[in-house]
């Protein structure tokens, strides 16, 4: 455990045992060969014809402790339940379609707010390998690239409260870019779903996928509550986040960097959060007069670093931003972003 003796706190390793709140997971994909469509590419824009069938509805768990988990959809072998559409009978016809939706269901009955990242989508035959046409990478944030915001399919948007977003997030330090959704459920009934729908989304509309060759589906998802981002990124491209599912008592969240140069020294800087900021080695250390220690550290050989962050026993708004060391850059330093940590 690393002691911060000045502010008299840890962040450190200890152990949390904690109810997890969960949702159900599956997807909706659509028949466009069965009704005419035309196939060109994986991840190409396959049109909006054709039913939709549900791909085991319902019977994968995403557990929202701020950890990426995967989750993989065998076309040619998983119950598939009809949604919508003439051909939506429960029986896969043709031999390609379009990744339709993401279904989310409220399983334990969550009536805060959600957020959601999708990363890696990813469909993979016998004749194509994996063929990754999700990565959400190149895009300017907050991009509507392949999801629609959570309330734009009519079927389930009273079940949410106006309001939710969808759109690229580039400060993702704990992968790369990825696609954010945010949004609440009205209620805490447990019927409560919501379409994540790429129905002529902006960028990457209605990804075409094969069904044959024993195809599969694949993305990883995060779900759980990331600290405050405070800005203030740069010089250079390191990147910063905390999340998890908290940082108050019986709660835990990993603080990730990414960005640096490989295998190069760093450090945390600690400080006291609404002190005024810092302007040192031409970045903006934010709360840096506050600043109550810095926490050595180096970068591993793909330019990331990460900490687990524990409950503090105390009450205290910390913020966390590291520096890098980068010969690059004017004055040698990479700047991260400055995460406000609310321990309570």
Do not use: K
Request: hydrophobic content about 40%.
């Amino acid at each position: 455990m690393i002691q911060l003796r000045s502010v008299a706190i840890a962040l450190g390793l200890t152990a949390v045992v904690q109810a997890q709140t969960t949702l159900q997971i599956s997807i909706g994909i659509r028949e466009t060969d069965a009704s005419g469509g035309v196939f060109s590419a994986i991840g190409a824009n396959g049109g909006t014809v054709g039913g939709i069938e549900f791909v085991n509805r319902d019977a994968q768990t995403l557990t929202l402790d701020g950890t990426w988990q995967q989750f993989t959809f065998n076309l040619t072998t998983d119950p598939l339940v009809g949604f919508a559409g003439l051909t939506a009978n429960g029986v896969l016809e043709g031999t390609f379609g379009v990744l339709e939706h993401v279904r989310v269901l409220n399983s334990t009955g969550i009536t805060t707010p959600i957020t959601l990242w999708i990363d890696d989508v990813t469909n993979t035959t016998t004749m194509t390998g994996p063929v990754v046409f999700g990565d959400f990478q190149n895009f300017a944030s907050a991009a509507e690239v392949m999801f629609q915001e959570p309330g734009f399919s009519g079927s389930t948007s009273a079940n949410i409260l106006l309001g939710g977003t969808s759109g690229v997030d580039n400060r993702v330090a704990s992968r790369t870019s990825a696609c954010r959704c945010a949004f609440q459920f009205v209620d805490g009934l447990t019927t409560r779903w919501v379409r994540l729908t790429t129905f002529n989304a902006t960028n990457q509309p209605n990804p075409s996928i094969r069904f044959d060759n024993q195809a599969v589906v694949t993305f990883w998802m995060r779900g759980g509550p990331c600290q405050e981002d405070l800005g203030s990124q740069g010089p250079g491209i390191a990147i910063a986040e905390a999340c998890g599912t908290g940082l108050g008592a019986g709660q835990s969240s990993v603080y990730y960097t990414a960005g640096a140069l490989p295998g190069v020294p760093g450090a945390i800087a600690v400080s006291i959060f609404g002190s005024p900021d810092l302007p040192i080695f031409g970045g903006n250390l934010v709360s840096g007069f506050g600043l109550a220690a810095t926490i050595a550290v180096a970068s591993d050989g793909g330019g990331r670093f990460s900490l687990p962050l524990s409950p503090l026993g105390a009450v205290a708004d910390l913020v966390l931003q590291s520096v890098f060391f980068d010969p690059s850059l004017p004055q040698s330093f990479a700047f991260t972003n400055a995460i406000r940590a609310r321990f309570r």
